[in-house]
DNA sequence: CTAGTATATCGTCAATCAACGATAAGCGAT
DNA sequence: ATCGCTTATCGTTGATTGACGATATACTAG
């Protein structure tokens, strides 16, 4: 029972949930890049869906920006709808919870 | 201003903080491997601080355990005291809170 | 000082990532 | 059917990651 002094006092529940920790890992490596957090708050500040729109704002090529956007939802983060010619992009609200939750529970 | 059906209605607030989605990308980075995850859970989850026993729980090498301490130690999650011959690795309270409130602030 | 134990670092290798330009695919309008 | 626009995919390249065994480092005990 190894103890250190500057180390705060811990739950002993016993969860060791592997399931709900690979979950976690996957979201947050789909967070794991500067740009993608970017997205991901373009999309929820903004009232559109945007897509193209994304690209002129980062400083990123498109097919770069759609890459993240591929990674994004295939994390479930984000969904896109086709719309027309164009793409609408927008958060999934509830992934979205479930990471919060996840972190929460840490 | 592209929208569609699907999507919630989002706050219209402009917030832009470079330095916080960079925050943000670190520490997801840290934790987006279940390796580290577990860990990070495993010293939130025992009383004690250990550090080789976490090698003993972990189905991975010495090596790579000291490597995952490494980058959750460098992402300041985690931190590591010299307790004589060993180490005692504790969670960083205070870290952990600000990763749930930028999280949370999603 | 030496031996033994615990942890970190090094070197290597295969795999994955991030970025780009080029190109394909989907759709609306003409 | 074709053109123009938007987005996805492909192929490539260099950088980073994850894993390991081997080795170096740090500390205690004797």
Redesign the interface.
């Known amino acids: ?4 002094a ?11 949930n ?1 399931e709900a ?2 979950d ?2 996957s979201l ?2 789909a ?4 740009s ?3 997205i ?2 373009i ?9 193209g ?1 994304i690209v002129e704002v980062m400083p990123l090529s498109q097919s770069t920006v759609s890459e993240h956007l591929r990674i994004l939802k295939q994390a479930g983060l984000v ?1 896109g ?1 086709v ?1 027309g010619p ?1 793409v ?1 992009y ?2 999934h ?1 509830i992934v ?1 919870e479930q ?2 939750a996840l ?2 529970a ?1």
Chains 1, 2 share one sequence.
């Open positions: 029972m190894t103890e250190c500057s180390c705060p006092p811990t739950n002993p529940q016993i969860t060791a592997p920790e690979q976690l890992a947050c490596k967070l794991a890049h500067p993608r957090v970017r991901l708050k999309l929820l500040e903004r009232k559109s869906c945007i897509c729109e969904q709808e719309d164009r609408c927008c958060v609200p979205l990471f919060k972190v929460e840490l």
